[in-house]
């Protein structure tokens, strides 16, 4: 509790500090894009007075186009099933359907909610928090405007970051399973997607605070994964153990539903990094590669860990050390050669697996599917070593001019950020959902299961 409480102040401080900033936009303009001039323009008049050449009007491509919505599709394979599958998996038998519908509902609620006001105040305006209104309900979009990316439409751009928000919110659940009352999830989804996962996507890949100080993440270490764990963390403290945790057998009803999901989730994130290059490239395809890799190497590093503590390889450890794989590489994928992959990847294996086991016994909170064992701490893990391996003496694409030293602070200073922003939006969250409507179940409704309880239903016959 007391590292809790640490992480609470530290977020606001963080938070408070940029408070008087929130309706600040930012005013500096981005220099101009360097055009090198026709040779008969060069001869006519000396290169420093040479016009700058017009800027490529944006032009569908129907190979990016296609790949976009391809990689849209793969990320809500990631969600429904995927994440649903390997939640569902980890849960007691009596609460399955629970956590499938808390996934499949959030996924439903929170594309409507990025769609009417989301998407407008994450990539439009240029505040250093949030954009504007200037896309509410997607005002002067049409199926030949263009977003961020100049090579798809935009309504294409705009589903593809709505997977991101959608499957971001559906991973705190694995927090608090089998004990919150669904309309408190669906309360909480509300509030904390509005007032953290929104800021977020528009301080980090908006125009926001932390890309202009040159924070480096391609996929979302920071925007999804770091404050999706978080904010799970955070909710395991505020509602509590589960009745019985620590005495009573918790272990999961169907390892294989959990592999059949983490196999949907390994398949389904090549949309989610490889997609994120916005285009079909050789960007896309660097990771891609990485994706495979940095996984495989984790399911390893876990496993072989796994077996030297236990003596014994489990399915769960194969499955989690996916997942941390996953996670690790998501804010690199772009920015790092496949050998540092590799490397990111052994390393998130060892260190999720201690995360899910002696920091957690630290933390003493009642996590319930290792959302921040697995999620923040490989998340925090591979945002800090995308400092390092995006060097191009290590394989990395970035210029001859990167400094890890100072690379490495600007993406320690962005984990920060990001852990106080939500560290504090959440506990308020969670605050106002327990007031207004209460967050837990009952006793009685607890050890009966939420399927049940709190959907009538059961998700095997018995």
């Known amino acids: 509790m007391k590292k809790f409480l640490a992480t609470l102040m530290l977020g606001l401080g963080l938070a408070f500090g940029g408070l008087n900033a929130v309706a600040q936009t930012a005013t500096e303009t981005a220099p101009a894009a360097e055009a090198a001039a026709p040779a008969a323009a060069a001869e006519a008049a000396p290169a420093a007075e040479a016009p700058a050449a017009a800027e490529e009007a944006p032009k569908v491509d129907s190979g990016d186009t296609a790949w976009m919505l391809t990689s849209t599709l793969l990320v809500i394979l990631m969600t429904i099933p995927g994440l ?13 359907l629970s956590v499938l519908m808390q996934v499949f509902v959030i996924f439903s609620l929170i594309s409507l909610l990025w769609s009417i006001y989301g998407y407008s105040l994450a990539f439009s305006g240029e505040g250093k928090f949030f954009g504007d209104f200037s896309k509410l309900f997607l005002s002067g979009v049409t199926p030949d405007t263009f977003g961020a990316l100049s090579t798809i439409p935009e309504y294409v751009f ?29 309360l909480f989804a509300v509030l904390w ?26 996929a979302g270490g920071t925007v999804v994964h770091i404050n999706a764990g978080i904010a799970g963390l955070v909710g395991a403290y505020v509602l509590g153990k589960r009745i019985g945790y620590g005495k009573e057998s918790m272990a999961p009803h ?41 996984t495989a190497a984790a399911t390893l590093s876990w496993i072989a860990a796994e077996g030297l503590i236990k003596g014994k390889a489990s399915m769960l450890g194969a499955a989690s050390g996916a997942v941390a794989g996953l996670v690790a ?64 003496g290590l394989g990395g694409t970035m210029g001859d001019d990167f400094a890890i030293g100072a690379q490495v602070w600007i993406q320690v200073k962005s984990v920060l950020f990001t852990i106080g922003w939500s560290a504090v939006v959440a506990f308020i969250a969670y605050k106002i959902a327990d007031l207004t409507i209460g967050l837990r179940v009952t006793e009685e409704q607890e050890r009966e299961g939420l399927d049940i309880s709190s959907h009538g239903e059961t998700a095997y016959n018995r």
């Open 254 to 294: 169907s390892l294989t539903l959990t592999m059949v999901g983490a196999s949907l989730l390994w398949v389904g994130w090549f949309g989610f990094n490889a997609g994120s290059a916005g285009a079909a490239n050789g960007g896309a395809g660097l990771a891609f590669i990485n994706t495979v890799l940095a």
């Open 158 to 186: 705009i589903s593809f970051q709505g997977t991101f928000a959608a499957i971001t919110v559906a991973l705190i659940v694995g927090s608090f399973a089998e004990r919150i009352k669904f309309s408190a999830v669906l």
């Open 193 to 218: 997607f509005t007032f953290s996962y929104v800021p977020m996507a528009h301080i980090v890949w908006g125009g926001g605070l932390l890309a202009k100080d040159g924070a480096l993440d391609f």
């Open 329 to 392: 590489i998501t804010p690199a994928a772009g920015f790092v050669g496949p050998m540092g992959s590799i490397v990111m990847g052994l390393l998130a294996g060892v260190i999720c697996l201690w995360g899910v086991t002696g920091l957690k016994s630290m933390l003493k909170a009642d996590d319930s599917f290792d959302v921040f064992g697995v999620h923040g701490v490989g998340g925090i893990l591979g945002a800090i070593l995308t400092g390092v391996f995006a060097a191009p």
């Open 84 to 96: 649903a599958l390997f939640y569902g998996g980890l849960t007691r038998s009596k609460n399955m």
